[in-house]
């Protein structure tokens, strides 16, 4: 069975200041990794995703994410927050063998402070 | 580019009502989910279903049914509601099990 844990509900990071947002799975085989981003009162928004080749993944608003399979990590770090980075950040993981059961993490909220 | 549509937005039920929830999507996907987002719990995976008229329980599957009668339609039923539940129940849409693309959502309140 796949799952994800997130371990970190909260973080509160000052504006500017670096971030990392803490995810490890729990799969047998090599996944397929995501990040979605929850805004207050809107839909679910892909960030960045990881299927193959480069284990660094860039996605939008400057955000990335490594992929370090001896570890089951899929940490994202963005380089200087911004305040309008405040939201729900959500780790995912799949099977790349498309059995289609995607699974994601209870969730991280983030707030940012001027 | 697409879009999934949620019906209805809001739905207020009974006790023990059985409710039944809407979800269409025009991207042509294979494969539909039905999640729940509770507060501190993320979300959880009910159903999903990778073709019409297929159905695979989620690891939330208990008290729900669902059915996938078109590739574009895919509808969730609660089979007895529960007194005081409040939840956010979202649909998705994928190509085969990659990129999720989701649904605005259904708010239950159960009085």
């Known amino acids: 069975a796949q799952s994800v844990t997130q371990p970190d509900a909260r973080v509160t990071v000052s504006e500017g200041a670096s971030l990392q947002l803490r995810c490890k799975y729990s799969y047998s085989g090599t996944p397929y990794l995501f990040w979605y981003v929850q805004y207050p009162r809107q839909g679910l928004q892909l960030l960045l995703k990881?299927?193959?080749?480069?284990?660094v993944v860039q996605g939008v608003n400057g955000f990335e994410a490594e992929f370090i399979k001896s570890n089951s990590s899929f940490h994202l770090r963005k380089a200087s927050v911004h305040w309008s980075d405040s939201a729900v950040y959500f780790c995912?993981?799949?099977?790349?063998?498309?059995?289609?059961?995607?699974?994601f993490g209870a969730g991280t909220k983030l707030t940012i402070k001027p | 580019g697409g879009i999934i549509t949620q019906t209805p937005k809001f739905l207020i039920g009974q006790e023990g009502q059985k409710l039944t929830l809407k979800c269409q999507q025009n991207?042509?996907?294979?494969?539909m989910y039905w999640y729940r987002q509770d507060s501190g719990k993320g979300l959880r995976l009910i159903y999903y279903?990778?073709?019409?008229?297929?159905?695979q329980k989620g690891d939330l599957s208990e008290g729900y049914d669902a059915s996938r009668e078109k590739k574009s339609s895919f509808s969730l039923t609660v089979t007895s509601a529960q007194k005081n539940e409040m939840a956010v129940f979202l649909c998705a849409s994928s190509p085969r099990g990659v990129e999720v693309f989701f649904g605005k959502g259904t708010r239950l309140t159960v009085v």
């Open positions: 279903s990778i073709t019409e008229n297929d159905l």
């Open positions: 995912a993981v799949s099977a790349n063998y498309g059995n289609e059961k995607i699974t």
């Open positions: 991207f042509n996907h294979d494969t």
């Open positions: 990881y299927y193959s080749g480069d284990p």
